[in-house]
């Protein structure tokens, strides 16, 4: 059966989607954005700080569920500019320096608010 994972400590979903799912201890989280849980947008930051800013998001969102880092299975990370990938595995690596999940890493032609990453995951809790 599907629960609805909702924590304060990440942004509050602004649409027809949920922060994050879990059914048979799996858990989806909704892709990400580089805004802090009282909305401040940082779509101006580096993309090194976007970053970090949606994998906290991610992070709260599965702590929520109770799971954590260790426990993601597959990260898709997508890029305004596949040209940032260097700077966003830079600080993306710091999340996952011990046995990493999978991962996609994408360009996109545009994400929204204007921003330059977005990120969701897969784990199990």
């Known amino acids: 059966m599907k629960e609805i994972i909702q924590t304060d400590e990440a942004p509050a979903a602004v649409g027809a989607y949920s922060q994050a799912t ?3 201890g799996l ?8 805004m802090t849980p009282d909305g401040e947008l940082l779509d101006n930051a580096s993309v ?6 949606a994998l906290d998001n991610c992070g709260a969102i599965l702590a929520e569920a109770g799971a954590d880092f260790e426990d993601v299975l597959k990260v898709t990370v997508f890029l305004s500019d596949i040209d940032a990938f ?24 545009a994400l929204p608010k204007g921003v330059d990453i ?8």
């Open 118 to 125: 977005e990120i969701e995951a897969i784990a199990v809790a």
């Open 48 to 53: 090194a700080a976007q970053t970090e800013q």
């Open 27 to 34: 858990v989806f989280t909704a892709g990400q954005l580089p």
């Open 86 to 109: 260097d700077e966003m595995n830079d600080t993306y690596a710091e999340y996952f320096d011990v046995e990493p999940p999978a991962r996609s890493a994408v360009e996109v032609a």
């Open 22 to 24: 879990t059914t048979d």
